[in-house]
């Protein structure tokens, strides 16, 4: 069974500081796909990144960046110079690869967290 | 696009009375899955579809109905509203398997008194 732990419930950081917020996984497959989602007060869900169980860079979007390492199972999330826009809930994801039946369709979601960036 | 459209937006209901939520994508996907999502617990899977005629439970089924008549829309009935099922609910689609992003509806705030 595959389960994604967003350890950091809630996190309050100053503006223009930078935050980094954790994802850890469990997975017995192989190929598998990691997502990050973003969940602002207006309450829609927005995706931002996916990664595959095969490319282990780092990707850096802007003040985002994601720190993927199999070795540790984790799918880190930092946001630097962080904005008040940036306050939101941050979901991360996990889906099985294409051959784990039905369940290869589902993502698991992390419990998300919650970020305040106070000016 | 429209992408993935719920409606109602809002809902509140009374202990007992039935309703659906409904749920319609523009995007011919073949993955369509119902959210709720409460204070402190995450996404948590209601039902979902991997293809017309073809539904399944997820994490919290108890209480919902679901059908897929359609690839276009996965209809949520609540048979009984109970006070447990206040919640917001999010629709989604998926095109498939792996590494499909998942697409949402902007969710369905639903009271239940």
């Known amino acids: 069974a595959q389960k994604v732990t967003q350890a950091q419930t809630e996190i309050s950081v100053v503006e223009k500081e930078d935050v980094t917020l954790d994802c850890v996984y469990e997975?017995?497959?192989?190929?598998?796909?990691l997502f990050w989602y973003k969940q602002p007060p207006s309450g829609e869900l927005v995706f931002l990144i996916r990664?595959?169980?095969?490319?282990?860079q780092n990707e850096i979007s802007g003040r985002y960046s994601w720190n993927f390492q199999k070795s540790t199972s984790s799918f880190n999330f930092t946001i630097t110079a962080s904005q008040v826009v940036d306050s939101a809930v941050y979901f991360c994801?996990?889906?099985?690869?294409?051959?784990?039946?039905?369940?290869?369709?589902?993502?698991?979601f992390g419990k998300g967290t919650k970020l305040s960036v106070i000016p | 696009n429209a992408g993935v459209t719920q409606t109602p937006k809002f809902q509140v209901l009374k202990t007992g009375q039935s309703m659906t939520l409904q749920c319609a994508q523009d995007?011919?996907?073949?993955?369509m899955s119902w959210y709720r999502q409460d204070p402190g617990m995450g996404l948590r899977l209601i039902h979902y579809?991997?293809?017309?005629?073809?539904?399944d439970q997820g994490e919290v089924p108890n209480g919902y109905n679901v059908s897929r008549s359609t690839t276009e829309d996965f209809p949520l009935r609540l048979l009984s509203a109970a006070p447990s099922q206040t919640s917001v609910y999010f629709c989604?689609?998926?095109?498939?398997?792996?590494?499909?992003?998942?697409?949402f509806g902007d969710g369905t705030r639903l009271s239940i008194l």
């Open positions: 989604a689609s998926r095109l498939g398997q792996g590494a499909d992003a998942q697409h």
């Open positions: 995007m011919n996907h073949e993955y």
């Open positions: 579809s991997v293809g017309a005629g073809i539904t």
């Open positions: 994801a996990l889906s099985e690869g294409l051959y784990s039946g039905a369940g290869s369709y589902q993502l698991t």
């Open positions: 997975t017995r497959d192989t190929t598998y796909y």
């Open positions: 990664r595959n169980s095969f490319d282990e």
